[in-house]
């Protein structure tokens, strides 16, 4: 195989994994209502896509371009994964229902840790139950976590993604 050749693949290869994970991104912030950003994403996945595509089907039958142009795709959506994952966009709200003895110090710790805990009674299986309601950015959900998993590991919690804040108590907030 020629050199020209083998550069004809990886750049399949390369332009699969490009747009394959820009589309991710680009979902991830239609979702996230930022339509602009997503647009402008959509317009480079596209473009690059067709480089892709074209590059195959001046030889279909070649079955080195059809492969690395699936590979191409497969590890687009592992590393779109991984952006998608680094950026951490948006924000996530959890309700949070601990067990009986670990409430109290679990509502103090979220607290003395800056987060806005709304604190509502409900009816388990077993009798009253104290549900915690917590919302705050995606790049902060590994620290709440930990707090959380420090103070009542055995809880039963929820992890919603959010699409819009208003107000509130967020830790990267400051009191105006």
């Not at 590890?75 to 951490?88: C, K």
């Not at 077993?126 to 420090?150: C, F, H, W, Y």
């Amino acid at each position: 195989m020629s050199v020209p050749v083998l550069l004809e693949y990886l750049l399949i290869f390369l332009a699969r994994v490009c747009d394959v994970s820009l589309s991710t991104v680009r979902m991830l912030l239609v979702v996230r209502g930022k339509r602009y950003p997503a647009a402008a994403i959509g317009f480079v996945e596209a473009s690059v896509y067709v480089l892709a595509l074209t590059r195959v089907m001046r030889n279909i039958s070649d079955p080195w371009k059809v492969l690395a142009y699936g590979l191409g795709f497969a590890s687009g959506t592992l590393l779109g994964s991984f952006i998608e994952e680094r950026l951490a966009l948006g924000h996530v709200s959890l309700e949070v229902i601990p067990q009986d003895e670990t409430g109290e110090e679990l509502l103090k710790a979220l607290r003395s840790a800056g987060y806005g805990v709304t604190v509502l009674e409900g009816q388990g299986m077993t009798g009253q139950k104290m549900v915690l309601l917590v919302s705050t950015d995606r790049k902060s959900l590994p620290r709440l976590n930990a707090i959380i998993e420090e103070f009542s590991p055995n809880c039963f919690m929820t992890v919603l993604e959010t699409r819009a804040v208003r107000g509130g108590v967020i830790p990267y907030r400051k009191a105006k």
